[in-house]
């Protein structure tokens, strides 16, 4: 779905459970990942209803609309790169 609204023709990779400590010293994002690996190693299942029945008039965003928003909102156009730490340096 991605592909299709970015216009791309990405592939995922994944990458080797017993080559990633040795990645995590030169690839630092890498690090914080290996956090986060528990919610791929068994079903990771998750509840709204608690917040269903305290907002029962809230709507849900459809997957794809989501999508979209997030891609048009990083395009260069739509972006408020000033804000970002990294322009001037």
């Known amino acids: 779905m ?3 609204i970015m216009s791309t023709d990405l592939k995922p990779i994944v990458l080797p459970r017993p080559l990633r400590p040795v990645l995590t010293l030169f690839v630092k994002q890498l690090r914080e ?3 986060q690996l528990y919610q791929f190693d068994d079903p990771y299942v998750m509840s709204d209803q608690r917040f269903r029945d305290r907002y029962p008039d809230f709507e849900v965003t459809p997957y794809e609309d989501g999508l979209r ?3 048009e909102s990083l395009r ?3 972006a408020d790169w000033s804000a970002s730490p990294m322009v001037g340096h």
């Open 69 to 71: 928003a997030m891609v």
């Open 33 to 35: 990942i290996n956090e």
């Open 76 to 78: 260069p156009e739509h």
């Open 2 to 4: 991605l592909n299709e």
